[in-house]
């Protein structure tokens, strides 16, 4: 039996030019685009915490990318053409792919000067709570009292 058998799912049918993400077992996540059949995905993208290993498949890193366009890559590097066979091997040297790979979205309802509500792929209620005050989703300054008033389970 595979320990990835999401990331094979998406090497054999590809990914539709969009980003599809893949948990590992031990949290950590990452993100690629693939063509069918390729043995080689256009763009991985390694979230926070997750380091690429030191070999010549992961060594096209695209620093412009951010620059180009506007945006931010502060949480994690894109890689361009990497080797399937390298993407398998980083998966399982952190313990293969995550049994649940769709997190379900809890609702995060938050009281400051009014009540707000977020939207936050979670594996808990707890988790929810922890990761919306982690991420910084609403960030309080130490004058605002911001507090989790509640989090369900979102219906959507």
């Not at 990914?15 to 031990?26: G, S």
């Not at 693939?34 to 290993?53: M, R």
């Not at 049994?99 to 808990?124: G, N, P, W």
């Not at 991420?135 to 389970?153: H, I, K, N, P």
């Amino acid at each position: 039996m595979t320990t990835t058998p999401r990331l094979d799912s998406f090497a054999a049918a590809g990914t539709n030019r969009v980003f599809e993400r893949i948990r590992l077992a031990d949290g950590h996540t990452l993100t690629l685009k693939i063509q069918a059949g390729s043995v080689t995905a256009e763009e991985v993208f390694l979230f926070d915490g997750l380091d690429a290993p030191d070999t010549q498949a992961w060594q096209n890193e695209d620093d412009w990318e951010a620059w180009l366009t506007g945006g931010s890559l502060d949480d994690g590097p894109l890689y361009l053409e990497v080797p399937v066979q390298a993407v398998r091997a980083l998966i399982e040297q952190h313990g293969g792919e995550h049994a649940e790979q769709d997190r379900r979205t809890y609702r995060v309802t938050v009281l400051r000067t009014e009540r707000i509500a977020f939207a936050v792929e979670a594996d808990s209620q707890e988790d929810a709570e922890a990761r919306y005050l982690a991420d910084g989703v609403e960030v309080a300054s130490e004058t605002d009292a911001t507090s989790v008033e509640g989090v369900t389970l979102d219906q959507k």
